[in-house]
């Protein structure tokens, strides 16, 4: 199966930067696309930047200018630098893969990590 691990989070002022990373582990496939949502406290999970192999990314309006998401493909990890950050940005950030593997797509979640902004 495949794992997904996050790490990089933390507390920090507003106005100032993180780095998430995501290592994703076992049967990755080459038809994938990897990401970051986020769920605040009372709030649905929504989107806030997916990037596939081609390097095609897509982001959240609410993150655009701020937030710059990479990949290598070589180590199978995704990152997300987050600057700028602002108080309505305090979530757990969750790690996503999306892979065309057996005839079909497979979705797969990281355990999450806290960012938290606050003075």
């Known amino acids: 199966q495949v794992q997904l691990v996050e790490s990089g989070g933390g507390l920090v002022q507003p106005g100032g930067s993180l780095r998430l990373s995501c290592a994703a582990s076992?049967?990755?496939?080459?038809?994938?696309?990897m990401g970051w949502y986020r769920q605040a406290p009372g709030k649905q999970r929504e989107l806030v930047a997916t990037?596939?192999?081609?390097?095609?990314?897509t982001d959240a309006d609410s993150v655009k200018g701020r937030f710059t998401i990479s990949r290598d493909n070589a180590k199978n990890m995704v990152y997300l630098q987050m600057n700028n950050l602002k108080p309505e940005d305090t979530a757990v950030y969750y790690c996503?893969?999306?892979?065309?593997?057996?005839?079909?797509?497979?979705?797969?979640w990281g355990q999450g990590t806290q960012v938290t902004v606050s003075a």
């Open positions: 076992g049967s990755i496939g080459t038809i994938n696309s």
């Open positions: 996503n893969l999306r892979q065309w593997l057996l005839a079909r797509w497979n979705e797969y």
């Open positions: 990037i596939t192999r081609g390097d095609i990314t």
